[in-house]
């Protein structure tokens, strides 16, 4: 559906619900620091509930997900206060200095970097677990505490750049799993919708089950792909100490139990939802859950495909989609009979797979195959910056339109000054 784009923004997450306030004392300041934390700006809320952007979209559920992951060997992830006064694009915008900094820090020493590396705004709260300024790296599942932006260089030279260690602060071992939601809501207004209530879905899961100390949840900001919003990223390393971070789309908040049960207790890929993987390049996503077709001899993929398809019909014919509200026939909603979310199963059609693709994750080691040759392929590429790379479509057009007007600006002054 629509999204909202009027605004640069790359980073947000929202509340449990559409409608986003800000709380009172959130004031956060770090350390010496504190002019890094200065915008406490309230964003504002947004028109439009579950039939317009939520689950019950006219457009849910019906793309392809394998293999919409860009190719990235690593993730930061700041931890910046609340989603609420996230801009659309904080790297774009004259915001609070640390976010913006950090960002143009990373993209002027892309090439410099050894791993591409994606940055990433989480939520944080000064006295919690997660502060503001603390810095998440996956897979090297550590945290630097109290990042301000005087330290912003050094950081990035020392840690990213060099892989060494920060001197200032020491790093910390992370362990268990920990999800990230896309809840940016004033970057699209689809994520805005879903994030909070799958946080919200999550948070009640784990405390039930009693993994309050083994999983963590936490709202991000865009991570590209608004479109298969409800968007959920995890991270967890298995027995053998080897750190995913799998990407899943078109996630409900029923879907939450089978990712925490399946996923994280089982280390077993939910294939259904599964988007791709960190350190996979998009073919080689699309050659890992053939594999998996393959070892499972298909049926069980059809079938969980099609029970996601039926689950998200069910949905739009009980919370009254776009169609009911507006008493339309059909017009406004597209045709519900075979989503594109389906996977070829006619692996004929197909290339070889030639190399194996590693499919172990989780807390248990799985089964897995080897991979062999150079599956950890030479994607080292220097080309936009990181901003960029987050642009949509509709990003790029309007970039193309303002290009154009100014061209025509320029054509017709000149043909103005011939003519006098």
Request: with cysteine; hydrophobic share 30%; proline share 4%.
């Amino acid at each position: 559906m629509a999204s909202n784009r009027d605004e640069p923004l790359s980073y947000l997450n929202a509340p449990t619900s559409s409608s986003v306030g800000v709380s009172e004392g959130d004031s956060s300041q770090i350390g010496s620091a504190s002019g890094s934390f200065q915008n406490e700006g309230f964003l504002g809320a947004f028109d439009g509930g579950d039939e317009d952007f939520g689950f019950s979209r006219s457009e849910f559920r019906q793309s392809l997900l394998v293999g919409t992951v860009k190719y990235y060997e690593r993730h930061v992830f700041l931890c910046y206060k609340k989603p609420q006064v996230w801009p659309p694009r904080i790297e774009a915008t004259e915001f609070d200095r640390l976010p913006r900094l950090l960002s143009a820090a990373l993209a002027s020493r892309k090439c410099d970097m050894k791993r591409q590396t994606r940055l990433t705004i989480c939520e944080g709260h000064d006295g919690t677990e997660t502060s503001n300024g603390d810095v998440l790296i996956f897979p090297d599942m550590i945290r630097y505490r109290r990042l301000t932006h005087f330290d912003v260089d050094t950081f990035v030279e020392e840690v990213l750049v060099k892989d060494g260690e920060w001197l200032p602060g020491s790093p910390e071992p992370l362990r268990g799993s920990y999800i990230f939601v896309c809840a940016h809501g004033a970057r699209d207004k689809r994520c805005g919708v879903c994030g909070p209530a799958l946080v919200s879905r999550f948070k009640d899961e784990i405390e039930s089950r009693g993994d309050q100390g083994k999983v963590s949840v936490r709202p991000c900001s865009h991570i590209g792909g608004h479109k298969y919003a409800g968007n959920v990223i995890i991270f967890g390393s298995n027995n053998h100490g080897k750190v995913t971070g799998h990407w899943y789309g078109y996630v409900m908040p029923d879907d939450v139990p089978t990712l925490l049960e399946q996923h994280i207790e089982k280390g077993e890929i939910v294939d259904s939802l599964w988007r791709g993987q960190m350190g996979l390049s998009e073919e080689e996503q699309m050659k890992a859950q053939e594999q998996r077709v393959i070892a499972n001899g298909g049926g069980n993929m059809e079938r969980s495909l099609k029970d996601a398809a039926t689950a998200s019909d069910e949905s739009k014919v009980e919370d009254g989609g776009c169609c009911q509200e507006n008493g339309s026939s059909g017009g406004c909603c597209r045709s519900s009979n075979s989503p594109e979310n389906v996977v070829d199963f006619n692996l004929e059609k197909r290339k070889g797979i030639k190399n194996p693709i590693s499919i172990n994750i989780g807390n248990k080691g799985g089964s897995s195959t080897s991979s062999s040759g150079n599956s950890s392929s030479p994607h080292k590429v220097c080309t936009m910056p990181t901003w960029l790379e987050t642009w949509e479509s509709e990003d790029v057009y309007a970039a193309l339109a303002l290009i154009g007007a100014a061209v025509s600006v320029a054509v017709a002054y000149n043909c103005y000054r011939q003519l006098g």
